[in-house]
């Protein structure tokens, strides 16, 4: 699609070279510095975001997740979430009907109650409603990426394109019930551990933290520049996604130096 002749510009032409290099830069030196290998990189990824404590994880053999269960079922979740709908309700901008809300509703309150009973076992003496286990932190994370990809997909097309459909993204029961199985089946697949399967899932869900947060950036981008609802393709979406993703980056830079000074190590938690 050509270029609208009124499509916002961001700087001129040196200014967003300058930043499109600043990134560049920012990026390389983020890979130089952290731990070796694709799931090093996704450490250091789930390092910023998550406790990655060792007994409430997943592993590879001995080798742990980049990120903990709960954290890798939301992300895997709201990975599948975004993808559903942009497969199948492009550029929709409408938010789900109040009957699939009634259900949203109730996967973030068991998401909620899992979490808080799942905090008060690690304190020694408090009480706690059932034992916890990896499953429903699975289960619960999975989810709440659910809830995720709900809010985020319609939010971004009707912040960002010049045409969007009003039509709800997800129209509803069947598109909910559609992808709620399409997340038991992956938590499903994840519960197997096996290797074959725990090694890309593991890249997706740490893939699934910057893809959220580049969206989530680029839309406070957007609305701070008062450029709402004046892009017509992603090609001229480029530049504002790439400081998006520059700023995602940033926020994982700082915790992941912050937290290494705090603790000298790329390693979870550990517990006992």
């Known amino acids: 699609m050509e270029r609208s002749e009124d499509a916002p510009q961001w700087l001129g032409v040196a200014g967003r070279g300058a930043v499109y290099l600043f990134v560049s830069v920012l990026l390389v030196a983020w890979l130089l510095q952290t731990p070796p290998g694709l799931l090093g990189k996704a450490d250091a990824i789930g390092y910023a ?110 912040t960002v394109w010049r045409a969007y459909s009003p039509s709800p993204s997800v129209e509803g029961l069947l598109d909910f019930a559609l992808l709620l199985l399409g997340a038991l089946v992956l938590d499903a697949i994840v519960l197997t551990e096996n290797p074959l399967v725990l090694y890309p899932l593991a890249l997706i869900s ?37 400081v998006g993703f520059g700023l995602a980056l940033l926020q994982i830079i700082a915790l992941d130096l912050v937290r290494f000074l705090l603790t000298g190590s790329w390693e979870g938690f550990h517990l006992g």
């Open 206 to 242: 740490a893939a699934g933290v910057l893809v959220v947060l580049t969206l989530a950036y680029t839309l406070i981008g957007l609305m701070i520049r008062h450029q709402e609802n004046r892009f017509n393709s992603w090609r001229e979406l480029t530049f504002p996604v790439c």
């Open 49 to 158: 975001v998550c406790h990655r404590i060792d007994l409430r994880s997943f592993h590879l053999g001995d080798r742990q997740l980049p990120l903990c269960t709960r954290c890798s079922g939301m992300y895997l979740g709201a990975m599948w979430g975004l993808a559903y709908q942009a497969l199948r309700r492009a550029r929709r901008g409408g938010m789900p009907p109040k009957r699939v809300w009634v259900w949203v509703g109730m996967l973030t309150l068991a998401f909620v109650l899992d979490g808080l009973n799942s905090y008060f076992s690690l304190i020694s003496g408090l009480w706690h409603l059932y034992p916890p286990s990896n499953t429903l932190r699975l289960i619960t994370g999975t989810g709440m990426g659910l809830v995720i990809a709900f809010l985020v997909y319609p939010t971004f097309n009707q």
